[in-house]
C-alpha cells in the first residue's frame, strides 16, 4: 500500500480516507462550508472491535507528527496498553484553526523546489524564524491582520529596507495562498498596493540601491592575469566564470553533461528565470574547460574529491586578491564593455546575460536565443581580457 506525502496531503480536497501504506494512520478528508478539512486518524482494532483514534488537523499536525504519534500508539498497543479513543463526530474533529507557523512551513515545504539555490529556502526560514514567529507563529491565520504586519516590519523598515521588503513579500504570498486554501478571508494584509503603501514610507525613497561592487573593464584584464596566476580549481573557476559572463550557481553546478562541442546548454532547473540558457564557449573558455577535463574524476567540472565547489570558494578566493569586487559584479563589468567597448546590440547583450529581452509579446515573436550573433560577442570579450595587456 503506497504512503502519503507532503505534497499529496497539501492538495488532496476529494472526500474521502487515505490511508498511509499499512502502518493505520490515516487521511479523512470532508467537506465543510469552507471547503475541504482534513484529519488524521490512527485506526487499530482492540478486542474484535475497530477503533478511530483522533490525531489532529492537517496542517496544524503536519505528517511527520502524525507517523510519529501512530507509532507510539502502535507501540502502546503491541505493549497492552489500550489508547484512549475519541470518537470521530461526522462533520468535524476539532475546531483547532491553522496557525500562521504552522500553514508557513508547510507551504515553504511544498515550494522549496521553486528555488534554484538552497540558499533561498533557508533565506525563507531565517526570516520568518527571525521576525515573523515571534510575532504571529502561533497566531491564527485567519486574524493576522495590518497591525501585525506593521509590528513585525516597523522596527526594521528604516533601518533593513532591504530584509523588511522581502520578508513584507514572503508574508503576502503565504497569506494569497492561504486565501486561495480557503483559510482566511477579505484582502491580504500584506498586500504593498492599496495597503501597506499608505502606511509605511517608499522603499526607493529611504534606501540607496546598492549594486554589486564590480571592477571598471578597463581594469578587468589586470586582474584576469593575477587571477591566472594560481593553479587553484576556484581560480579556473572564476576565470571560466568571467569569459561566460555568468552567475556563480551556474558555474559551481556545471555538469560535463552540459557541454556539446563548443556550447554549453544549462536546463531550466538551473537557471534563474526558469529557461534553457546556451552559452557559446569562446576558445579561451574551452582550454579552461580542457584542462579541468583532464584532470576530471566526476561529474562537476569545478570540483574537489567529487563534490562541487562552494558558492562561497569564488569570492573567497577574489577577497585575497582584490576584496572590493564581487564575483557578480563581473557580470556589471561585461555589460558595460558591451556597451562602451563593443558594436552589439543591447538585446544581444542582455542575451549573454540570460536576462529577459522585450516585453511578453515581443518574447512569443522572438524564439531565437542568437547564438551564433553572441558567439562572436563572447570571442570578443575574451580576446579584450587576454589580448589587452600584451
Request: hydrophobic content about 45%.
Given at each position: 500500500m503506497k504512503k502519503l506525502s507532503h505534497k499529496f496531503v497539501a492538495n488532496v480536497s476529494k472526500t474521502g480516507r487515505y490511508f498511509d501504506g499499512g502502518t493505520g494512520l490515516h487521511l479523512l478528508v470532508r467537506h465543510g462550508a469552507s471547503g475541504p478539512r482534513?484529519?488524521?486518524?490512527?485506526?487499530?482494532?482492540?478486542?474484535?472491535?475497530?477503533?478511530?483514534?483522533?490525531?489532529?488537523?492537517?496542517?496544524?499536525?503536519?505528517?511527520?507528527?502524525?507517523?510519529?504519534?501512530?507509532?507510539?500508539?502502535?507501540?502502546?498497543?503491541?505493549?497492552?496498553?489500550?489508547?484512549?479513543?475519541?470518537?470521530?463526530?461526522?462533520?468535524?474533529?476539532?475546531?483547532?484553526?491553522?496557525?500562521?507557523?504552522?500553514?508557513?512551513?508547510?507551504?515553504?515545504?511544498?515550494?522549496?523546489?521553486?528555488?534554484?539555490?538552497?540558499?533561498?529556502?533557508?533565506?525563507?526560514?531565517?526570516?520568518?524564524n527571525t521576525y515573523c514567529f515571534p510575532v504571529i507563529g502561533d497566531k491564527p491565520i485567519d486574524v493576522v491582520d495590518v497591525d501585525d504586519l506593521l509590528q513585525i516590519l516597523g522596527p526594521i523598515w528604516n533601518t533593513k529596507t532591504e530584509s523588511a521588503t522581502r520578508i513584507r513579500e514572503r508574508v503576502e504570498r503565504i497569506l494569497a495562498a492561504a486565501i486561495v486554501r480557503g483559510l482566511r478571508e477579505g484582502p491580504n494584509p500584506a498586500a504593498w498596493s492599496g495597503h501597506l503603501e499608505f502606511l509605511l514610507p517608499k522603499p526607493s525613497k529611504i534606501r540607496q540601491v546598492r549594486h554589486h561592487s564590480s571592477i571598471p573593464y578597463q581594469e578587468l584584464p589586470r586582474l584576469y592575469r593575477t587571477i591566472s596566476k594560481s593553479s587553484a580549481i576556484s581560480s579556473f573557476a572564476l576565470r571560466f566564470l568571467i569569459l561566460t559572463a555568468g552567475r556563480t550557481g551556474e558555474v559551481v553546478g556545471a555538469r560535463w553533461s552540459e557541454f556539446s562541442d563548443d556550447t554549453w546548454v544549462l536546463p531550466p532547473s538551473r537557471m534563474k528565470a526558469r529557461r534553457e540558457h546556451r552559452v557559446p564557449l569562446s576558445t579561451a573558455a574551452r582550454k579552461i574547460l580542457k584542462v579541468q577535463y583532464e584532470a576530471a574524476s566526476g561529474e562537476y567540472v569545478f570540483q574537489i574529491n567529487g563534490r562541487?565547489?562552494?558558492?562561497?570558494?569564488?569570492?573567497?578566493?577574489?577577497?585575497?586578491?582584490?576584496?572590493?569586487?564581487?564575483?557578480?559584479?563581473?557580470?556589471?563589468?561585461?555589460?558595460?564593455?558591451?556597451?562602451?567597448?563593443?558594436?552589439c546590440s543591447s538585446d544581444l547583450a542582455e542575451q549573454a546575460l540570460a536576462h529577459s529581452v522585450g516585453s511578453q509579446l515581443e518574447r512569443a515573436y522572438q524564439r531565437s536565443d542568437l547564438l551564433e550573433q553572441r558567439r562572436g560577442l563572447m570571442e570578443a570579450w575574451a580576446q579584450y581580457i587576454l589580448e589587452s595587456l600584451d
Open positions: 482534513k484529519y488524521w486518524v490512527f485506526r487499530f482494532t482492540h478486542d474484535g472491535k475497530r477503533h478511530d483514534k483522533s490525531l489532529g488537523v492537517f496542517p496544524v499536525v503536519a505528517l511527520t507528527d502524525a507517523r510519529k504519534a501512530a507509532t507510539a500508539f502502535r507501540s502502546d498497543l503491541y505493549n497492552g496498553v489500550m489508547p484512549s479513543v475519541t470518537s470521530l463526530p461526522e462533520k468535524a474533529v476539532s475546531d483547532e484553526k491553522v496557525t500562521f507557523r504552522a500553514y508557513a512551513l508547510e507551504w515553504i515545504e511544498l515550494n522549496k523546489l521553486q528555488w534554484t539555490n538552497q540558499k533561498h529556502y533557508l533565506q525563507w526560514l531565517s526570516s520568518l562541487s565547489l562552494s558558492n562561497m570558494a569564488m569570492l573567497q578566493f577574489l577577497k585575497r586578491i582584490n576584496p572590493r569586487v564581487t564575483v557578480h559584479g563581473f557580470r556589471s563589468s561585461f555589460r558595460v564593455w558591451a556597451a562602451e567597448a563593443s558594436d
